[in-house]
């Protein structure tokens, strides 16, 4: 069996061992009641009274039924699991002196990871003496860039790193969206 983590995060009811609590919820007044006359407006409404915030002074319950209570907050953590989402970083690696078409190919991978809500980390290598024509690896990052302005904004600008000129691509949060529907 396992044990469920949300069952133990609340006191409800008897369970609660403060004197005064600050009771919420549907059908309540809101204000400040003692233990008892909390417990029995529970009882009364068939509800249970479920200890919310603990550290509060005093603590804040919540007049509602536990087994509803939970599943709002699985829902609710579920919900912001699916919100988070990875970040993936695609690589497209250049030559300083790149071929039209090789470029355009590339090009159209990073159209690609842009739309499906990725990060492209473009790079030119030197190798050698090839080193000497970091410009040109310059121009064709910026041109890279351009091209794909409509895809994704610029992160980091073109920076020498060693033998690498690195350029960062993150995609528009409106494309990502919209594709992401559309599934």
């Known amino acids: 069996m396992r044990k469920d983590k949300l069952k133990d995060q609340y006191r409800i009811n008897e369970e609660i061992r ?3 609590v600050r009771v919420v919820g549907n059908n309540v007044e809101q204000r400040i009641y ?6 029995r407006m529970a009882g009364e409404l068939e509800l249970d009274l479920i200890e919310i915030s603990p550290t509060a002074v005093p603590p ?16 609710h953590q579920k919900e912001q699991k699916v919100k988070l989402s990875k970040i993936v970083v695609k690589e497209i690696r250049f030559g300083p002196q790149t ?3 090789d470029y355009s190919f590339k090009l159209k991978h990073a159209k690609s990871f842009l739309e499906e ?25 910026l041109r890279f860039a351009n091209d794909l302005e409509d895809y994704g ?24 969206i919209s594709r992401r529907l559309k599934r």
Do not use: W
């Not at 000497?132 to 990052?141: A, H, Y």
């Open 153 to 176: 904004k610029v992160e980091q600008l073109p920076i020498l790193e060693g033998k690498k000129m690195i350029i960062t691509l993150a995609p528009k949060k409106v494309e990502i």
């Open 60 to 75: 804040v319950c919540k007049i509602f039924d536990y087994q509803k209570f939970i599943f709002q907050q699985k829902k």
């Open 34 to 39: 003692p233990i008892s006359e909390a417990l």
């Open 117 to 141: 809500g990725n990060k492209v980390k473009a790079y030119v290598f030197f190798r050698g003496r090839s080193i000497l024509f970091k410009e040109q690896g310059e121009i064709l990052l």
């Open 99 to 101: 071929d039209e078409h």
């Open 18 to 20: 403060s004197e005064e």
